[in-house]
């Protein structure tokens, strides 16, 4: 199946198009899990290409364990990339249902290229808008959607959706940039050139969605908070090796992702951008 709407992905154009060339340091590093690193021991990093790997992997770990899946359980996750975390599942559980989704049927055709079910796992890729699920009300335990949010058209739709395919007891998890809540005014004020410089790099993006919002939208969707862990500091490491990639490009062009992974990081540091693991429950209503 192949999607219309098409979101701007340029980090996917470039990582898809250094794919199809043979490979490189940026798809070694992103080819599997594309997303930010959790070291828990940040000051043990050494910037190589096998401990971001490991720290890709711990992230998806994470959100995994947050959410409790064993065998037998069935998960969606939505914007799934190339498949890392659904790659990871069928590996380590048994008797699951996975399903994969995702906006971009180019990702899709490598994560269905490079996993193949095991351990008696249904694994499906689906392509779709996260914010208009193509399944029945009621069928999932579990809905991922680990540091692809912010790219849905909306966080209403999402939310509503995923609250509708989940079964009663399921759990929706997810990470998120988030920003902190005093420091929005300036942000907004800072607005159009911070946002080109984001969007050159990174696309559709909408990153000013703090906490309380977040608290807001569950509390309208039905949904509870049950987990709102800051794990900025745990991803911190990441920074330096984006910067060694963007300094490393052969095409000068491409230097100017610099600004974007060079702002996120000052931001992270100074605490006004966050980085958050967050999980749902239902709610008794
Ligand atoms: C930063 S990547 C994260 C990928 C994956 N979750 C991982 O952790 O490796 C963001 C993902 O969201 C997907 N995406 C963007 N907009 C989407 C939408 N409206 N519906 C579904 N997926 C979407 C992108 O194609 C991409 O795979």
Known sequence: ????????????????????????????????????????????????????????????????????????????????GFGGTIAALNDRFCDLELVGLNIDDRQLAIAIENIVPKNGNQVNFVCADACDLPFADRSFDVVLAIECIFHFPSRDRFFQEARRVLKPGGCLVLTDFIPREDFLPVYRLSGLVQDAIVAYTFGDVDIKFPL??????????????????????????????????????????ERFHYPAIAMAE??????????????????DR
Request: net charge negative; with cysteine.
């Open 1 to 80: 199946m192949t999607n219309d709407r098409q979101p701007s992905l340029p980090y996917f154009d470039i990582l898809l198009q250094e794919m199809s060339a043979g490979g490189s340091e940026l798809t070694q590093i992103f080819g599997e899990y594309t997303h930010w690193g959790y070291w828990s021991a940040p000051a043990m990093a050494d910037g190589s290409i096998e401990d971001y790997k490991s720290a890709s992997a711990a992230l998806s770990r994470l959100v995994c364990d947050t959410a409790n899946i064993g065998n037998g359980s069935q998960v969606l996750e939505v914007g799934c």
């Open 212 to 253: 309380s919002a977040y608290r807001d939208l569950a509390r309208k969707t039905g949904l509870m908070p049950t987990v709102e862990n800051d794990i900025t500091l745990n991803t911190l490491p990441t920074y330096s090796v984006l910067r060694y990639l963007c300094e490393n490009r052969d095409n000068w062009l």
């Open 266 to 283: 000052l931001a992270a540091q100074m605490g006004w951008m966050r980085y958050f693991l967050l999980s749902f429950a239902i709610a």
